[in-house]
């Protein structure tokens, strides 16, 4: 690899790290390249991606951005998984992966400037998913003003059956 490539991968990863909301660092000695390659499906599905590069160029690139707590981690085989949406769909499908594939193991993690231990990645990823937390928010906000509008509703209705009862009452 030339100079030239260097600094184009250098500064393709710093895009990456750029945009990146969440970036974890995996260890996949001993996975298969089809195991590798059904990872890199799964992730791509829930909008993360996987790559793999040399360390020396992937600490340059982590270099003066909020991913820097990574440089410790770029050691041995290294895959750095980066989602620029959703945090908890890689540490999902990783988790989930790692459940089938023990050789895949997390080293570390970065969330929006803060390091990850393996413990608070999975805890991350039993968090249910973005647009699942929308829904339950959405679904609490809009009971607040029906119930309003039954409460407020319940007393002329109240009345109307009173009227109903003396109505009826008073036929007798």
Do not use: W
């Not at 003066?64 to 707590?69: A, L, M």
């Not at 400037?113 to 998913?129: C, I, Q, V, Y």
């Amino acid at each position: 690899m030339n100079r030239d490539e260097k600094v184009s991968v250098v500064e393709e990863f710093s895009d990456k790290f750029a945009k990146a909301k969440i970036a974890i660092i995996t260890d996949y000695r001993g996975l298969s390249v089809s195991d590798f390659e059904e990872l890199r499906i799964s992730l791509r599905q829930c909008g993360s991606e996987i790559r793999v590069g040399k360390n020396t160029l992937m600490k340059r690139a982590v270099a003066g951005t909020s991913f820097e707590g990574l440089v410790d981690f770029f050691k041995g085989s290294t895959a750095l998984t980066i989602s620029y949406d959703d945090p908890v769909g890689p540490a999902k499908v990783l988790s989930e992966y790692i459940d089938k594939h023990e050789q895949l193991e997390i080293k570390g993690a970065v969330f929006e400037g803060k390091l990850l231990s393996k413990e608070d990645l999975t805890a991350l990823s039993k968090l249910p998913a973005k647009d699942v937390l929308l829904a339950t928010l959405l679904s609490g906000m809009q009971a607040v003003p029906t119930n309003f509008v039954r409460v407020l509703n319940a007393i002329p209705q109240k009345m109307v059956y009173l009227l109903q009862a003396v109505k009826d009452q008073k036929e007798q």
